[in-house]
C-alpha cells in the first residue's frame, strides 16, 4: 500500500503516478474520500466516548434529578458510542479497501505509458547466425530433453516432462544460481508453494491478475506463481534489523494459469502452468532500495552472461508495472527461432508496498519503526532452456553446453538420441 501520509500531503503525485500508468484517478479520489470519512468516524466515536467517561465521573456525585438526567444521558450516550464504534470499523474496512486498489507510486524516471513503451537500456552479446534454427521444441525433442506429449496426456495443455539432459540442465542452471547467489550473501531458502491469502494479498497478487492465481478453495490457499511471495511473508510483522540488508535466494515450484496468453508463446514452455525458479528477494531501508534494485539486475546480468547468452535489459514503461513495483527491469534473452528479444528476467523495486501491507518494520536511528523497502528479481528459471538451446545449438541438432554447466552434465556438447 502507499503511504497515506503522501496522499494527504500531496494527492498531486499519486495523481500523476495513475497518469504515468495509463489508468484512471478515480482510485485516488475514492481513497481520499474513504481516509477522510475513517477519520470522521474515528473524531465521533472518540468524542462520544470522551463524553461518555465524563458523566460516568459525575453520576456517583449528582443526587435527585441531576443524577437522573446523567444517568439516562449515559445509557443514551452507551448506545451511541456503539454504533460510533461499529462506524470506525466499517470506516476502516472500506479504507482498507480502498487502499489495496491504489497501485505503487512510480518511479520519477521510469517510462510512461504501456506495454510497448518500454526502453531499451543496453544490448549485450551478438545473436548468433544460425541457418533455419530449430525451436526449443523440436530440439528438446531430438535431445530427449522435453516431453510435451505425455506432459499433456498427463495434467492437460501447457504441462511437460523435463527428461534426461533437459532435466540435469534445469537443475544444473538453478544450482548454479543458489551458489552464485550464496556466494553474493543471499540466503539460500526452499520455500513453501502453498500459502494463505493474507500472504498473496500483502504481496499484491490478489488485485486486477488474480485471475491468473490457482486457488484451493476447500483449504483457502494459494498456490504460488514465484517464491517473491513466500519470502515477502516470511518477516510478516516483524521488526528487522536492517544495519545491512536481508536477502535470500528461494528455490520453489510455481504456478500460473496463463490464461491469456495466445500464439507463438503456448508452443513449448515459454508459456506453462508449472516450473521452477530460484528469486532473489531483499528488505532493505528505503533509502537503499535503488541501489540494491541495480545489484539484483547486475546478478542477473552475470548470469546470463556465464551462460553464454546474448540479452538487452528493458526499463519497463509504468502501465506495464504491475500492482506492487514502482520500477522494473528485465533482461530479455535472444530466441533465434522467432528472431526477437523475449523476457527471461525481472528485478523489481517495490519500495515500501509490499512490507506495508505485511507490516514488515526496522528501527531508525531514533529507535522509532519504520516501514521496510522490498525488491525481487529473478536468478534462473525454468525458461531460460529455450535461448539456452537455441543460441547454442549446432547444424546436426546437438547443443553445445556452456562452460559453467559442464561440471553438471558431464559432457560439452548435448547430441541427438536417435
Not at 443524577?67 to 450516550?77: C, G, N, Y
Amino acid at each position: 500500500m502507499i503511504d497515506l501520509r503522501v496522499l494527504r500531503d500531496d494527492p498531486v503525485t499519486v495523481r500523476a503516478s495513475q497518469a504515468a500508468r495509463g489508468e484512471s484517478d478515480d482510485v485516488v479520489d475514492a481513497l481520499l474520500a474513504a481516509d477522510a470519512a475513517r477519520r470522521q468516524a474515528v473524531q465521533r466515536f472518540e468524542t462520544l466516548r470522551a463524553e461518555q467517561k465524563q458523566l460516568s465521573k459525575q453520576v456517583p456525585s449528582a443526587s435527585g434529578d441531576e443524577k437522573a438526567a446523567l444517568v439516562a444521558r449515559t445509557k443514551e450516550l452507551s448506545s451511541q458510542v456503539k454504533a460510533a464504534e461499529a462506524a470506525v470499523g466499517e470506516a476502516e474496512r472500506a479504507l482498507r479497501a480502498a487502499h489495496l486498489a491504489v497501485p505503487n507510486l512510480v518511479e520519477e524516471g521510469a517510462p510512461h505509458g504501456g506495454e510497448e513503451n518500454f526502453v531499451v537500456l543496453r544490448e549485450v552479446g551478438t545473436p548468433p547466425e544460425i541457418d533455419k534454427p530449430r525451436d526449443h521444441v523440436e530440439l528438446g525433442e531430438l535431445l530427449g530433453a522435453i516431453d510435451l506429449e505425455r506432459g499433456a496426456k498427463v495434467s492437460g495443455a501447457r504441462f511437460y516432462f523435463l527428461t534426461g539432459v533437459g532435466a540435469l540442465l534445469q537443475v544444473g542452471m538453478l544450482q548454479l544460481a543458489m551458489a552464485r547467489a550464496a556466494g553474493q550473501g543471499f540466503h539460500p531458502m526452499i520455500t513453501p508453494a502453498l500459502v494463505k491469502p493474507e500472504a498473496m494479498e500483502g504481496t499484491g497478487f490478489l488485485g486486477a491478475h488474480a485471475s491468473e492465481v490457482y486457488r484451493l478453495e476447500a483449504d483457502d490457499m494459494y498456490l504460488v506463481g514465484t517464491s517473491e511471495v513466500p519470502l515477502a511473508a516470511y518477516h510478516t510483522g516483524e521488526i528487522l534489523d536492517l544495519s545491512t540488508p536481508k536477502c535470500y535466494a528461494g528455490w520453489s515450484s510455481c504456478f500460473r494459469r496463463e490464461a491469456g496468453s495466445y500464439g507463438q508463446d503456448v508452443r513449448g514452455i515459454l508459456r506453462v502452468h508449472q516450473f521452477d525458479k530460484v528469486e532473489m528477494f531483499v528488505f532493505c531501508r528505503p533509502e537503499q532500495a535503488r541501489e540494491q534494485h541495480l545489484r539484483l539486475l547486475a546478478f542477473e546480468e552475470e548470469m546470463l552472461a556465464a551462460l553464454e547468452l546474448p540479452y538487452r535489459v528493458v526499463d519497463i514503461a509504468a502501465g506495464d508495472l504491475g500492482l506492487s513495483a514502482a520500477r522494473k527491469y528485465d533482461c530479455e534473452a535472444w530466441v533465434p527461432s522467432q528472431g526477437r528479444y523475449r523476457e527471461v528476467t525481472s528485478a523489481s523495486n517495490c519500495t515500501t508496498f509490499q512490507a506495508r501491507r505485511l507490516n514488515v518494520r526496522y528501527r531508525d536511528a531514533d529507535g522509532r519503526p519504520q516501514i521496510a523497502a522490498t525488491l525481487n528479481g529473478t536468478a534462473a528459471t525454468t525458461r531460460w532452456l529455450i535461448p539456452l538451446l537455441e543460441n547454442h545449438q549446432q547444424p546436426d541438432g546437438s547443443v553445445r553446453v556452456p562452460e559453467v554447466l559442464r561440471p553438471c552434465l558431464g559432457r560439452d556438447v548435448l547430441t541427438p538420441v536417435g
